[in-house]
């Protein structure tokens, strides 16, 4: 049977989380009583000691189906997922959600990611595809995110139309086999890498398309430097692919 755990990483995001989170609880409900042989699903907030107090907050509400782990400072996106993948490996989940707390991942459109389970390892919400859409994005935000996504598919010949997408499901023995400890990306270029790690392995991966809507409360955590980031870590990735068959070719017979 499949125990789903909803992974929602935080940093100052009070004014958002109550409504992302009962949204979750109502979308549980949908996906129980549906006949997707989901045995059940939790939430599990991953607090980095937010300053503006998300975590008590979020303690004081006493919701149902809720786990929170606090972590003692702000350490980046990728080790927020990787210490809730890991939380939830643990208590025997099968399938790992990521969702954003801002509202810009519908809790309401998980059913259909859900429905792609048995099909899949790793399942992408994708903007940039038939039946996708981005909602109250400048333009300037949607030209980054496209560029991104394409810079890197060329880049390492990924063939996927949103690697930059936070909204996705990876199941437990994908993350297994991934070696979460080798995982080097902090920000946004941890969504690249493991799609790219799956995809090394010759994972199954799915795309769905789904409804991306910007923040309207609060303010983005992405800036200048963690694209820099992402792209710097691409460009070193797609040369160490280019250039490991080359080595290889050229060391001499055992």
């Not at 880049?155 to 997408?165: C, K």
């Not at 992402?230 to 070193?236: C, E, M, Y």
């Amino acid at each position: 049977m499949v125990k789903i755990l909803v992974c929602i990483p935080t940093y100052n995001e009070i004014e958002n989380i109550e409504a992302i989170l009962r949204r979750v609880l109502l979308t549980r409900t949908t996906i129980l009583e549906s006949k997707q042989e989901v045995e059940d699903l939790q939430i599990l907030l991953i607090d980095d000691a937010s300053p503006d107090g998300t975590s008590h907050f979020v303690k004081a509400l006493r919701l149902p189906h809720l786990n929170i782990l606090d972590r003692s400072a702000k350490a980046g996106l990728g080790p927020a997922y990787i210490a809730g993948f890991s939380w939830g490996s643990e208590r025997g989940f099968t399938h790992m959600v990521e969702m954003d707390a801002d509202g810009s991942h519908q809790p309401e459109e998980l059913p259909r990611l859900v429905r792609h389970i048995p099909e899949a390892d790793l399942i992408l919400g994708t903007r940039w595809m038939p039946g996708g859409k981005v909602l109250n994005w400048p333009f300037h935000r949607r030209i980054l995110s496209l560029l991104g996504t394409q810079y890197a598919s060329k880049a390492l010949r990924l063939p996927f139309r949103d690697l930059t997408g936070g909204y996705r499901i990876l199941s437990a023995t994908l993350l297994d086999k991934v070696n979460l400890e080798r995982v080097q990306s902090k920000g946004y270029g941890f969504q690249i890498e493991m799609v790219m790690r799956a995809s090394a392995m010759g994972a199954r991966i799915v795309e769905v398309p789904i409804t991306f809507i910007d923040r309207t409360l609060g303010s983005s955590k992405m800036n200048g430097a963690i694209a820099l980031e992402a792209i710097r870590q691409i460009t070193v990735w797609a040369l160490r692919g280019a250039l490991e068959p080359l080595l290889r070719r050229n060391q001499p017979p055992k």
